[in-house]
């Protein structure tokens, strides 16, 4: 079996020891990083998402998946810096003010690196204009929202709002997700896309950069 095979099967596994062993040996042998990351890490995370999006696994064996690919992340990242290889596009994220539930915040965010995303993730309680603040600051084209309360759903609009008043609206695309929201709702504030979980974010924010 191939390094590159190993790396898949032993991320799946959630084995981060192993993982970053793996990446170790196939940066050794002169294996591109790019190729280890495509290949290996991320070829690896598409199972692990194509497993939990048909419920053949669950959010741990998600989370272990991930801290492996991290493991070997680590390792790749300033080899890629040095060869100069762009990320496929780059991700605000955050759960809306007023909201401290982040666990599928969370798990978006590790779905998104996964695919080869650069996520910047703003952790919860997040005001609005601080979404939009860190979409110019990072160069983001994209912005995800989450909210767990009824209460805190407002604050979406009020995200979209602020971005009509600063000419934004138009330039970056504008991602909803939780468990009180709809298509509908997504619709009705302005939304681009509502996401009803991490495998299906993934799906919405590659197709919007797909169309860049």
């Given at each position: 079996?191939?390094i590159?095979?190993?790396?898949?099967e032993?991320?799946?596994?959630?084995d981060a020891k192993?993982?970053a062993?793996?990446?170790?040996?196939?940066?050794?042998?002169n294996?591109?990083?790019?190729?280890?990351?495509d290949?290996g890490?991320?070829?690896?995370?598409?199972v692990?998402?194509?497993?939990?999006?048909?419920?053949?696994?669950f959010?741990?064996?998600v989370?272990?998946?991930?801290?492996?690919?991290?493991?070997?992340?680590d390792?790749l990242?300033?080899l890629?810096?040095?060869?100069?290889?762009?990320?496929?596009?780059?991700?605000v994220l955050?759960?809306?003010?007023?909201?401290?539930?982040?666990?599928?915040?969370n798990?978006?965010?590790?779905?998104?690196?996964?695919?080869?995303?650069e996520?910047?993730?703003l952790?919860k309680?997040v005001p609005?204009?601080?979404f939009?603040?860190?979409?110019?600051e990072?160069g983001?084209t994209?912005v995800?929202?989450?909210?767990?309360?009824?209460?805190?759903m407002p604050?979406?609009?009020?995200?979209i709002?602020?971005?009509k008043?600063?000419d934004?609206?138009?330039t970056l695309?504008?991602?909803?997700?939780g468990a009180p929201?709809?298509?509908?709702?997504?619709r009705?504030i302005?939304?681009d896309?509502y996401c009803?979980d991490g495998?299906?974010?993934?799906?919405?924010?590659?197709?919007?950069?797909?169309?860049?």
């Open positions: 079996m191939s590159v095979q190993q790396l898949i032993k991320l799946q596994k959630g192993s993982v062993e793996l990446t170790r040996q196939a940066i050794d042998q294996m591109g990083p790019k190729k280890i990351l290949d890490l991320l070829a690896g995370m598409a692990v998402g194509e497993k939990f999006k048909k419920h053949e696994i959010l741990p064996h989370l272990l998946a991930a801290r492996a690919m991290y493991a070997g992340l390792l990242k300033p890629l810096a040095k060869d100069g290889i762009p990320v496929i596009g780059k991700v955050g759960t809306v003010q007023g909201d401290l539930h982040d666990i599928g915040k798990l978006v965010g590790i779905m998104l690196k996964g695919a080869g995303y996520v910047i993730d952790g309680d609005p204009e601080r939009l603040d860190a979409a110019q990072s983001a994209i995800g929202m989450s909210a767990l309360l009824t209460t805190t604050v979406m609009k009020q995200v709002d602020l971005a008043e600063r934004m609206f138009g695309k504008f991602l909803v997700g929201l709809s298509v509908d709702y997504a009705e302005g939304a896309a009803f495998v299906n974010a993934v799906e919405c924010v590659k197709s919007f950069t797909v169309e860049r």
